[in-house]
């Protein structure tokens, strides 16, 4: 028998006429549910092989495995294969001595497997990539990691595994620094990086070595310039806060969350600074307020969007201010979502409904992944990941 915590108080939203919006994800809520248990008014904050704080990360891998960047932690958790109960401990620890330690860099040197800040996890090829945040870098693995404590075989970002300033140090980035890199995605045998503190997303077509440069830069015009939406206005060609990048149908999808809004290209550009074809979240490409500068939602604003995904022919967006998860089938300008999940219409909004958590609320989802109609998401303000099937249809 489920038993519900919620108080009394409903979800916020905009007074008349509301859209309901059909499911995104299954109405009846998560399959599994990693790191929460029902009735739990706080996840513990004690490291385990169980427990999870504030996570960012998560990766679906094609191989059958799961991975979580367990962000306050330190971490980076693997399951060797995607738990079908809840609460399942995680079998691969990479970042900490064992399952009960924490601390940046395990409280030691900086070395090739350890973490500070992990935030993006994503299949790369046969192996794993991992934006690790505040060592301004990116590891790389060729190959999914199959024990603990395994270190990475490339470092993109840093010239050496104990190098970890933002930049390497330099006023100025370079094709080959990072400055807070949030997100990490593959697309089309290419490695795309959101690199958030230099406000651009860089590709690498082929990185083999570790320092390797990036070969193309989105959001700026060059480089060496890190100017927040290009020192200007907002525009087509310029970003905020890039977070996280994803192929859609063939079009490259980036959730700028700065200006609250995901910026589509019809295909990865062929040269540096390309501006995107089309925006959601905004009614056009020099607009940048949050919810459409309203204090409700609707089903075309977005606040803050973390992270995006494609299922089928439909891109998933969390929108992670608004706590709630929205799907679009159309690339249009300003088009509005097609389903929801996590509020009960387009025009609510809160951290759990503002209630307590329950097994199918949200509270500032960060990281999405989707692999056969499963979508994973790092939820991160309940220190828990969400197992959900798309629902019927989708």
Not at 182 to 211: F, H, M, Q
Request: with cysteine; glycine share 12%; charged share 20%.
């Amino acid at each position: 028998m489920k038993i519900s915590l919620a108080p009394s108080f409903q979800p916020i939203k905009a007074p008349g006429t509301v859209r309901t919006g059909a499911p995104l994800l299954d109405p009846a809520g998560p399959a599994a549910v990693l790191g929460w248990r029902a009735g739990d008014l706080a996840a513990p904050l004690q490291p385990a092989a169980s427990t999870l704080f504030g996570p960012r990360g998560v990766c679906l891998h094609p191989d059958g495995t799961l991975w979580v960047a367990d962000t306050g932690h330190h971490r980076l958790l693997g399951w060797r294969g995607v738990p079908e109960d809840d609460n399942v401990p995680a079998d691969i620890l990479i970042g900490q001595p064992d399952f009960g330690h924490e601390g940046r860099n395990a409280k030691a040197e900086p070395a090739a497997n350890t973490l500070n800040v992990p935030t993006g996890v994503a299949a790369w090829g046969a192996g794993l990539a991992v934006a690790d945040a505040w060592n301004h870098r990116v590891l790389l693995w060729r190959r999914v990691p199959t024990r603990s404590g395994e270190p990475a075989d490339i470092i993109l970002g840093q010239d050496r595994a104990d190098d970890t300033q933002a930049n390497r140090g330099a006023d100025h980035p370079t094709a080959a620094t990072l400055h807070w890199p949030y997100g990490v995605s593959a697309i089309g045998g290419r490695l795309i990086v959101c690199d958030t503190g230099n406000r651009r997303v860089l590709v690498w077509n082929d990185p083999a070595e570790t320092g390797a440069p990036a070969d193309l830069v989105l959001g700026q015009a060059d480089f060496t310039t890190r100017d927040e939406n290009r020192g200007g206005a907002v525009g087509a060609g310029s970003m905020r806060w890039p977070h996280m990048a994803a192929d859609w149908q063939g079009r490259l999808a980036v959730a700028d969350a700065g200006n609250n809004r995901v910026m589509l290209w019809k295909r990865v550009p062929d040269h540096d600074g390309a501006p995107c074809d089309a925006v959601l979240g905004q009614r056009g490409m020099g607009d940048c307020d949050h919810n459409l500068a309203d204090y409700y939602p609707c089903a075309a604003a977005l606040n803050m969007p973390y992270a995006a995904c494609a299922a089928g022919e439909t891109l998933i967006v969390a929108d992670t201010a608004n706590s709630r998860l929205l799907g679009w089938a159309d690339a249009a300008t300003s088009a509005d979502a097609a389903c929801l999940t996590g509020q009960p219409d387009f025009s609510a909004k809160g951290d759990n409904r503002w209630g307590f958590p329950e097994r199918d609320t949200l509270c500032w989802p960060y990281g999405l992944s989707v692999r056969d109609r499963l979508v994973a998401v790092a939820d991160s303000g309940n220190n828990r990941v969400l197992l959900w099937r798309c629902a019927d249809g989708r």
